[in-house]
C-alpha cells in the first residue's frame, strides 16, 4: 500500500448524513485520485487532483465532494445526496506524468445503515 | 469511446500450471497499459506497465505480461502459479489527455492446490 494511508478502515453512515474519507500520502506526488469500487465493476473515477487548491470530476462525481488544500491531503466527502453511497473507496496517487504509475492506499469500506 | 475488456469473470487453475488473464485494450487509445492485482479487502498492488519497448514486459512476484499490437491485447502471465496468486486482477489504459486510467472490470484468479 506504499506511503498512502486511508482512514477510517470501515465507516458506518446513516441516511442523510455526511461524511469525510481521509487520503493522506507521503510519497511527494503531486496528483490524487479517488475511484468508487462495487462488487463485480471495475473501478470508477470520482474525483482527482493535479496540483494543489485544483480538482477535476470523474465518471461519478454526483454526490461527493473533495478539496486539496495541501499536497499530502486529499479528503471526500460523501453528502446525503449520494443515493447509493455503501461501497468501498479507494485513494490513489501518481506524480504529474501522464503515464507514471498510481499507487493505492488500503481503502475505506462504507456502509450505509 | 475508450474501453478495457477482461472477458473472464474467473479463471481456476491448478497449483504449478501456467495462468493467463486476458486483456483487451481500446485501439482508440495510447497502448499504455498496467496491470494491477487486489487481494480481499485492500487496495490494488501495482505488477507490471508497458509504455513502449519490447513486447513482453516483466512485473512484480513472477508476473509478466505480452503485449500484442495486432490483437490489441495484453495478457498478464506467469509460468507456474501460486496458491498466493488467488486475487482480482485488474488491466488498464491510459486516457491520452489527461492523467486518467480506464479499467476493466477485474478477473477473480482462484488457484487451487
Known amino acids: 500500500d506504499g506511503g498512502i494511508t486511508q482512514s477510517p478502515k470501515y465507516l458506518f453512515r446513516k441516511e442523510g448524513q455526511n461524511v469525510t474519507l481521509s487520503c493522506e500520502q507521503n510519497?511527494?506526488?503531486?496528483?490524487m485520485y479517488w475511484y468508487r469500487q462495487d462488487p463485480g465493476q471495475g473501478l470508477r473515477l470520482i474525483y482527482y487532483?493535479?496540483?494543489?487548491?485544483?480538482?477535476q470530476k470523474g465518471d461519478i462525481a454526483e454526490g461527493y465532494s473533495v478539496s486539496r488544500e495541501k499536497k499530502e491531503s486529499f479528503p471526500l466527502t460523501v453528502t446525503s445526496a449520494q443515493k447509493n453511497p455503501t461501497a468501498f473507496y479507494l485513494c490513489?496517487?501518481?506524480?504529474?506524468?501522464?503515464?507514471?504509475?498510481?499507487?493505492f492506499g488500503p481503502g475505506t469500506r462504507l456502509t450505509v445503515l | 469511446a475508450q474501453s478495457v475488456a477482461q472477458p473472464e469473470d474467473q479463471v481456476n487453475v491448478a497449483e504449478g500450471n501456467p495462468l493467463t488473464v486476458k486483456c483487451t485494450y481500446s485501439?482508440?487509445?495510447?497502448?499504455?497499459l498496467f496491470w494491477y492485482v487486489q487481494y480481499p479487502n485492500r487496495g490494488l498492488q501495482f505488477l507490471l506497465k508497458?509504455?513502449?519497448?519490447d513486447n513482453l514486459v516483466k512485473g512484480s512476484y513472477g508476473f509478466e505480461a505480452e503485449f500484442n499490437k495486432s490483437q490489441t491485447s495484453f495478457h498478464l502471465k506467469k509460468p507456474s502459479a501460486l496458491v498466493s496468486d488467488s486475487a482480482l486482477y485488474f488491466c488498464?489504459?491510459?486516457?491520452?489527455?489527461?492523467?486518467?486510467?480506464?479499467w476493466g472490470a477485474g478477473t477473480k484468479l482462484i488457484i487451487k492446490p
Open positions: 488498464a489504459q491510459a486516457m491520452d489527455s489527461n492523467y486518467q486510467l480506464i
Open positions: 508497458y509504455i513502449t519497448g
Open positions: 490513489a496517487s501518481s506524480t504529474r506524468a501522464s503515464l507514471d504509475t498510481q499507487y
Open positions: 485501439v482508440s487509445g495510447n497502448p499504455y
Open positions: 510519497l511527494n506526488h503531486d496528483a
Open positions: 487532483s493535479q496540483i494543489v487548491n485544483d480538482f
